[in-house]
């Protein structure tokens, strides 16, 4: 089958949760032996070369900056790409397009252009974004103002187009339930993020007393998260017994904001890295203190997939289905789980082992698989 996967990010390096997201979803469609037409964008200006897939050709789209009256309005939600539309124009008439996956991102309003052309559509969300911004701290009028208008465009967006798809992918059971008010249920599919596990037999010394806590903390809920165990969880007992490193980007720029340094009371910011999968490996335990959010955590299946234990708010490890974390909510219990904490190899290989069942690349291209094939023959 041709396939164009068109996604609103650069999905390479594949360094985030987002970007993991597209990346194992594309990855799939090749594994399944579809010839994929990729619309990418690659802000990072990353060797494709390195991230070659069979039968998959990367076509990129440049990333416009936001106009003052778009970000006022908001009209970007529903005003479609020049660049992208010549790029999906002139890969429609070299070639019989089947399906289209979108990816990411409010991209509804694309949806249009293959309907009329017969093509069918897979429609692809990593979460319930209303529900997250809803969540976004607004203590001014004016902030509270934006944050209305916001979630407003957003779901303005997705009652005006999601339905529109053949076939709608979502990440988690939460997810699913939020989507089957304003979709047909039938349409909607549950994928949740996954990893390949080959990708993920990486085996390392562990290293006593070290933490990780991996994310993109220019994201406000990894953000947010990040400052509320700096300022009420860690204190000089913790940073006694651990060592805690904060990998992803914008890690340094987070520690120096909430603790005036980047190597604060054995925690130390160690910024964007091309791959985390090391890092993970090698840590005791995974942390992961959110208190804002929706969908799965790719950062929590990735400590799964590396046998790693993981410790968390219930908001960290929402909608991942395993009995093996440890879960804390407030800033008390999260310290006392920690200072009890010792690694646990079992724990991990518990975990390793409910990944597999639920988050790994075997089980869910045949979940994709079943999305691609209802939206070919729905009538």
Known sequence: ???????????????????????????????????????????EEADLSKYALPNVAYHIHPKKPLAVT?????????????????????ICREHDIDTAVLDYGYVGHYIGFFRRRGIRVVLGTHN???????????????????????????QWHERSYFAKADAVLVVSHHDLDYHRRFIDPDKLFLVPNFLDEAEYALKAPRQQRLLVM????????????????????????LAKKFR?????????????????????ENIVALGRVDDVKQYIAS???????????????LKCLEAMALHTPIIATSRGVEGVLSHHFIVADSAADFRTALLRFEG????????????????????????????????????
């Open 70 to 90: 778009e970000r006022l309005t908001g009209s970007h939600y529903f005003t479609k790409s020049a660049a992208v539309m010549a790029l999906f124009d002139k």
């Open 128 to 154: 319930a974004q209303p529900e997250i911004s809803r969540q976004l701290p607004a203590r001014s009028l004016f902030q509270k103002f934006r944050k209305m208008q916001l979630v407003t465009l957003e």
């Open 1 to 43: 089958m041709n396939i164009i996967f068109f996604t609103n990010i650069s999905t390479f390096p594949y360094n985030g949760g987002e970007k993991l997201r597209s990346y194992y979803l594309l990855k799939a469609l090749s594994d399944l032996g579809h010839t994929v037409h990729a619309v990418i964008r690659n802000e």
């Open 244 to 264: 805690l490193q904060l990998v992803g980007r914008g890690s340094q720029e987070a520690l120096q904001k909430i603790t005036g340094s980047t190597d604060w």
């Open 283 to 297: 840590a005791e335990g995974v942390v992961i203190p959110l208190l804002h959010g929706s969908g799965t955590r």
């Open 344 to 379: 646990s190899p079992q724990r991990g290989d518990a975990l390793r082992a409910d990944f597999m069942k639920e988050y790994s690349a075997a089980v869910n291209r045949q979940r994709l698989a079943e999305a691609i094939h209802f939206a070919q023959h729905v009538q």
């Open 214 to 237: 991996t994310a993109n903390f220019t994201v406000y809920q990894n953000f947010e998260g990040l400052r509320w165990f700096v300022q009420e969880v860690w204190n000089p007992a």
